[in-house]
T-cell receptor, first 116, second 115 residues
Framework: AQSVAQPEDQVNVAEGNPLTVKCTYSVSGNPYLFWYVQYPNRGLQFLLKYITGDNLVKGSYGFEAEFNKSQTSFHLKKPSALVSDSALYFCAVRDMRSGNTGKLIFGQGTTLQVKP | SQTIHQWPATLVQPVGSPLSLECTVEGTSNPNLYWYRQAAGRGLQLLFYSVGIGQISSEVPQNLSASRPQDRQFILSSKKLLLSDSGFYLC??????????????FGEGSRLTVL
């Protein structure tokens, strides 16, 4: 079965420190992976995606993610966290069984708390 | 540029009443459209998706239905709401011809509380 796992419900980090939000996936074939951020009572905002090519993908707001095929992981990272990065983060994988419908399978989300 | 609108933003409805949530996309043609539900502020569940006018696919059996009367309009409905229908409903779109690599773009959501 295809799935995405975000093993941490919450990640706490001090402002200025590096942050990592973990994501692992299970799909058949090559994965298409995405990260989104959600602020309270708002919709999801797209951060970045991995389709093919370089394993390190750079996205919006200084975020990046590292694709690791052997570990089936796609961890989100940022070198220096800001208080304003505090939000709910979702990892997602394209549902490859659904043809060209574009459906995404989402993880359960990880709350990032950045403290001053 | 493309934009997506959802309304109403907030809705409080009694059990047994009907529901209509609307989503429209501007600045694109023939988008793929999706309705997701987010319960308890966490995971997202895909409810319906549509690849064209009048074409609706349901992902889970439930008390809700969806319709796409126009190319860029996607409506989520219910004839009689249940308490379990409470949640945050998110509409999303993806541009045509993007294959499986295109990301989804989400609206700001509609928060439904059923009392």
């Amino acid at each position: 079965a295809q799935s995405v796992a975000q093993p941490e419900d919450q990640v706490n980090v001090a402002e200025g420190n590096p942050l990592t939000v973990k994501c692992t996936y299970s799909v058949s074939g090559n994965p298409y992976l995405f990260w989104y951020v959600q602020y309270p009572n708002r919709g999801l905002q797209f951060l970045l995606k991995y389709i093919t090519g370089d394993n390190l993908v750079k996205g919006s707001y200084g975020f990046e993610a590292e694709f690791n095929k052997s570990q089936t992981s796609f961890h989100l990272k940022k070198p220096s966290a800001l208080v304003s990065d505090s939000a709910l983060y979702f990892c997602a994988v394209r549902d490859m069984r659904s043809g060209n419908t574009g459906k995404l399978i989402f993880g359960q989300g990880t709350t990032l708390q950045v403290k001053p | 540029s493309q934009t997506i609108h959802q309304w109403p933003a907030t809705l409080v409805q009694p059990v047994g009443s009907p529901l209509s949530l609307e989503c429209t996309v501007e600045g694109t043609s023939n988008p793929n459209l999706y309705w997701y539900r987010q319960a308890a502020g966490r995971g997202l569940q895909l409810l319906f998706y549509s690849v064209g006018i009048g074409q609706i696919s349901s992902e889970v059996p439930q008390n809700l239905s969806a319709s796409r009367p126009q190319d860029r309009q996607f409506i989520l409905s219910s004839k009689k709401l249940l308490l379990s229908d409470s949640g945050f409903y998110l509409c999303a779109w993806r541009g045509p011809g993007q294959g499986n690599t295109g990301e989804l773009f989400f609206g700001e959501g509609s928060r439904l509380t059923v009392l």
